[in-house]
């Protein structure tokens, strides 16, 4: 069945990669369609990535340590291997900073700064190991489909791809189409309007986002890793790479009032006499912080990466999420294929394990509601929370994390206590913490399997939930 079983990929990011790859590990016929160049892939700078991705993904991690240390681990002044990925520099224990720098939590960093241009090599370099078909310098175009219209009749059976070097357009027929695109989601946005998959994300779901990376000078002048939380909507950032590089970079919602995070960045560089003007790396862009649709599956489809949202929706970092969208993703269509199947039912599962038994989807559509309100606070109110403890390392580690705490009866009572002179912020913030808890519980009641009329009923009150926090 594998070998009749046919499967392609649009795009090679991490989710489409981890995709590829285990499938090919079962014997499946995939092929991995990338407009890119091999040289190219990922981002030009080392990022924070999830250690429970990854090591899902199957690395062998560093310890969480101060430095980082082992093969996989960049030494500056050696000979960088091809697998050299991770940074030496680490910082499981993260201060982070009110808007003011009025106040500071520590908390429990469970990332890994990762260099994004090695690891998307090293996963293309995985699954082309595997046995599947990456073909650089072809973009996927459109969808093949037949079928009906809504998401049970809906049916995909390849995509039309097009040879960049020779302007050739021809079609790729597919049991399984997979959807590694973006958050331009150039694939799901083609489906039928009536499937509820194709709204492409809206304006209000991005950040702007900038980063550099520079040398640094040997001059006296004092800064500590840290995380500024809630600055201008959204968070502004300083570590040390090496002993010779610092990175620093600031994220805001996209929006016209929000000041430009590129400027946010050099003004704090203008500040710091030790950061030069020597660009080492860096850019920058609109970074995915919305949510996943409803469904990331229907008939011969699936979606995986930022073309499914798959994002920690407080931080913008979507490596580790792809690699899990991937790996559950290839897990399904593996079971369906074992009983020759590419139908709705025959892939809702991947559905069940994002949202469901990763506990992912469920945890980030709370922060995502979360999120929506608490961002529209002003730094004053936000820097209020800090210095009360109402915003605590505990609460600031789970939701950097990409978890929703659940609020107890004592965190309850203390945030009364303590916020009583700010009676309308902590309205904001029962708010945003009571239709949290809502939509987390609910999102834990996703369907188990594919039943049209208890999905409706489920996507009904999931838009009701999501309506309150807008």
Not at 83 to 108: G, L, T
Not at 432 to 438: F, L, M, R
Request: proline residues 4%; contains cysteine; charged residues 25%.
């Amino acid at each position: 069945m594998t070998k009749k079983f046919k499967v392609v990929v649009a795009g090679a990011g991490p989710g489409g990669c981890i995709f590829a790859r285990d499938l090919a590990r079962k014997g499946f016929d995939v092929v991995v369609y990338e407009k890119g160049a091999y040289e190219t892939m990922g981002h030009d700078w080392s990022d924070a990535v999830e250690r429970r991705g990854l090591a899902e993904a199957g690395f062998d991690l560093p310890p969480e340590s101060t430095v980082n240390w082992g093969p996989l681990v960049k030494v500056p002044g050696t000979e960088e291997g091809a697998d050299q990925i991770f940074e030496q520099h680490a910082y499981p224990d993260m201060e982070v900073w009110a808007p003011d720098y009025s106040c500071r939590k520590m908390i429990k960093f469970h990332y890994i700064t990762t260099d994004r241009r090695k690891l998307g090599k090293v996963l293309v370099d995985q699954a082309r190991e595997a046995g599947a078909g990456i073909q650089f310098g072809h973009e996927v175009v459109d969808l093949l489909q037949s079928g009906g219209t809504s998401l049970e009749t809906a049916l995909v059976t390849g995509i039309k791809v097009k040879n960049l070097e020779s302007g050739e357009v021809f079609d790729a027929p597919a049991d399984v189409v997979a959807d590694d695109t973006g958050f331009g989601a150039l694939l799901r946005t083609r489906l039928p309007d009536a499937t509820g998959m194709a709204s492409p994300f809206r304006e209000e779901e991005f950040a702007n986002v900038h980063r550099t990376v520079r040398r640094r000078k040997d001059v006296d002048d004092t800064i500590v890793d840290h995380y500024r939380y809630g600055y201008h909507t959204g968070y502004q950032w300083v570590q040390y790479l090496n002993d010779d590089q610092i990175d620093t970079g600031a994220g805001v919602r996209a929006d016209p009032s929000n000041p430009d995070p590129k400027d946010i960045v050099e003004e704090f560089i203008s500040r710091h006499p030790s950061i030069s003007d020597e660009v080492v790396r860096g850019g920058g862009g609109l970074c995915l912080v919305g949510r996943s649709p409803y469904s990331l599956v229907t008939g011969g489809f699936v979606a995986i990466g930022d073309a499914a949202s798959q994002t920690i929706t407080m931080t913008g970092c979507g490596a580790g999420g792809a690699m899990a969208g991937g790996r559950l993703a290839a897990e399904v269509v593996a079971r369906a294929a074992q009983e020759g199947r590419n139908d709705i039912a025959a892939l809702w599962p991947y559905n069940w394990k994002w949202f469901v038994e990763s506990g992912r989807g469920a945890h980030y559509a709370a922060l995502n509601a979360l999120k929506n309100i608490v961002q529209d606070l002003s730094h004053e109110d936000i820097s209020f929370l800090f210095r009360k403890d109402i915003l605590n390392g505990e609460m600031l580690t789970a939701s950097i994390n990409g978890t929703f705490m659940l609020p107890d009866l004592k965190t309850m009572a203390l945030t009364l206590a303590r916020g009583i002179t700010r009676p309308g912020l902590l309205l904001q913030l029962n708010k945003a913490t009571t239709i949290g808890t809502k939509i987390l519980r609910h999102y834990l009641k996703y369907p188990v399997s594919w039943d049209s009329a208890e999905f409706t009923a489920w996507r009904t009150k999931a838009e009701g939930l999501f309506a309150k926090a807008e």
